[in-house]
């Protein structure tokens, strides 16, 4: 099946701003033939896998982890290997339209069809976004893949190193039988600590959803069965007999085996204790997610604008909690005939802000040159009448000195005068008594 595969190079994917423009160009991929490394294939014969057993993938956006996971002998799976995603576009949180930069949450089905040996992107595969749910719920987009070359506008991206081991296992297990394998993507390991972090996210009750899918199977080790109706997912749930699952019609009768019941609600119990715990704890702050629809379809429009070729900001905008709407200052180079008009009107639009800038700055220092020279002036004015007050106490000093000298001086010709009228006095007085007495 593979081998026909490479042959045609099926998935040769068209150009779209909302994904990966993937169009196949190689006309020989040798990389999609080349075998899992030793240790690799040595670790799962220990864990009792062969190479062709069944396969299914995790993600993690917030770790920034893909996780393989491989059928076991017994049924179960188990964790074969781990990567870093080397690069994923858009917050934490689904994809709503297209153009918004988002990379998927949800799960999604891989088949043969959806693989290309011959991307542009080193190798990839199509995650098979829109699923029925998304279609369901009006989300679009297309071109979703997880692809090499570290390059990513809403597709999860690897390595080269790390995609031709990604591929293989898909490879191999077509190869073994299976029909298709299932890609399970989360904003982050949907533990209780999480959880608690982000309830009060607008994505939550997505979130919550999901983890129902991510529970079973920790539960179970087993891939979910996966159904959408009511427009929402439901995991391993069997329809009555003559009812099917729509996905935006009501969900029907089902059933479920006793023995997972019982299961999910012991696991429930524990993950119900541990979310109150995590509630009175000190956790990481959360990471930026997407505010529902409304930021999705402003970054949808930014995307358009871009693709378009418009100067745009650098990065698409940011919706805030406020309702208000951040944007970058730098500016991208979009090189288009409409594009290099956008940015010479950018150019024209900078430089008269910049001569009126300067402009103002001219009439400033104006205003502060005469402000200046006026208090220069009153300084001078102030130093002038200050010196002619000082001349003029200078001249006026030695007067006053003899004004308050004089009384001393004058005090013997006082003294001269008040001698003379006692002795007058005196002289009458003895006149007087001559008089009286004949003498």
């Given at each position: 099946m593979f081998a026909k595969l490479a042959r045609t190079g099926v998935l040769a994917a068209s150009i779209a701003v909302a994904g990966c423009n993937d169009s196949s160009m190689k006309d020989f991929a040798p990389e999609a033939n080349k075998p899992l490394p030793d240790k690799i294939l040595a670790d799962m014969r220990a864990k009792g896998m062969v190479r062709t057993s069944s396969v299914m993938a995790r993600i993690f956006k917030e770790e920034g982890k893909l996780e393989i996971w491989k059928a076991k002998t017994n049924g179960r799976y188990d964790m074969v290997a781990s990567y870093d995603i080397c690069k994923w576009s858009g917050k934490l949180g689904p994809k709503y339209t297209e153009g918004d930069r988002q990379a998927p949450e949800g799960f999604y089905t891989v088949r043969p069809s959806q693989m290309n040996p011959r991307s542009n992107y080193h190798l990839s595969f199509n995650i098979g976004f829109p699923n029925a749910y998304d279609r369901a719920n009006g989300r679009t987009g297309q071109n979703l893949m997880v692809h090499g070359a570290c390059s990513s506008s809403g597709c999860y991206s690897m390595t080269d190193a790390q995609i031709e081991q990604i591929y293989a296992f898909g490879r191999d297990a077509f190869q073994g039988g299976q029909t298709e394998f299932q890609i399970q993507a989360f904003p982050f390991r949907m533990t209780a600590a999480n959880m608690a972090r982000y309830r009060s996210d607008p994505n939550y009750e997505f979130w919550k959803m999901l983890k129902v899918g991510y529970d079973n199977f920790e539960v179970t080790k087993v891939p979910p069965k996966v159904d959408v109706c009511e427009k929402r997912y439901v995991f391993n749930q069997v329809a009555a007999d003559g009812q099917t699952f729509n996905p935006t019609g009501p969900c029907p009768a089902t059933t479920q085996p006793d023995s997972l019941k019982s299961a999910y609600n012991a696991y429930q119990s524990t993950y119900d204790a541990a979310f109150n715990s995590a509630l009175k704890a000190s956790v990481p702050p959360p990471k930026p997610t997407i505010a529902g629809i409304k930021e999705a379809s402003i970054v949808s429009d930014w995307s358009k604008r871009r693709a378009r070729g418009e100067r745009v900001p650098i990065d698409p905008p940011s919706l805030n909690i406020d309702g208000s709407v951040t944007e970058t200052a730098r500016m991208g180079r979009i090189d288009s005939p409409?594009?290099?008009?956008?940015?010479?009107?950018?150019?024209?639009?900078?430089?008269?802000?910049?001569?009126?800038?300067?402009?103002?700055?001219?009439?400033?220092?104006?205003?502060?040159?005469?402000?200046?020279?006026?208090?220069?002036?009153?300084?001078?004015?102030?130093?002038?009448?200050?010196?002619?007050?000082?001349?003029?106490?200078?001249?006026?000093?030695?007067?006053?000195?003899?004004?308050?000298?004089?009384?001393?001086?004058?005090?013997p010709a006082a003294e001269t005068q008040a001698a003379s009228a006692d002795e007058s006095r005196v002289t009458k007085l003895k006149n007087k008594l001559l008089g009286m007495f004949g003498g």
């Open positions: 409409a594009g290099r008009k956008m940015a010479a009107l950018d150019a024209e639009k900078a430089a008269k802000q910049k001569a009126e800038e300067q402009r103002l700055a001219a009439i400033e220092a104006a205003k502060q040159a005469k402000a200046q020279a006026l208090a220069e002036k009153e300084a001078a004015k102030a130093q002038a009448v200050a010196a002619k007050e000082a001349a003029k106490a200078a001249k006026e000093a030695p007067v006053a000195t003899a004004t308050i000298a004089a009384p001393t001086e004058a005090a």
